[in-house]
């Protein structure tokens, strides 16, 4: 079993940041892959970003240059830090972890962008 706890959204004006973080109950180093996903209201769940075991990050089209995940080892903690946040990165968002053949969430933080 593997518990990732989130932290760190809320409401931030256009053009502000906010760091996320996703706190994993045992070694990152043990999953296949582990990143961020969001949900819209009346959307469907969408990737972020993740890292991968091969090594690779990969983000979506829509934050490349606005976001930037990263890892704490030693703390098995992943961030995303966003930048240049706009109204359409309001959305709740969910950690996930890929650990063996079973994939896992958190329970989701909410980060609201007001124009």
């Known amino acids: 079993q593997v518990q990732l706890v989130e932290s760190g959204g809320g409401l931030v004006q256009a053009g502000g940041s906010l760091r996320l973080s996703c706190a994993a109950s045992r070694s990152i180093f043990s999953f296949n892959a582990m990143g961020w996903y969001r949900q819209a209201p009346g959307k469907q769940r969408e990737l972020v970003a993740v890292?991968?075991?091969?090594?690779?990050?990969n983000y979506s089209d829509s934050v490349k240059g606005r976001f930037t995940i990263s890892r704490d080892n030693a703390k098995n903690t992943v961030y995303l830090q966003m930048s240049s946040l706009d109204p359409g990165d309001t959305a709740v968002y969910y950690c996930?972890?890929?650990?063996?053949?079973?994939?896992?969430w958190g329970q989701g933080t909410q980060v609201t962008v007001s124009s």
């Open positions: 996930n972890a890929v650990f063996l053949v079973s994939e896992y």
């Open positions: 890292f991968t075991r091969a090594g690779t990050t």
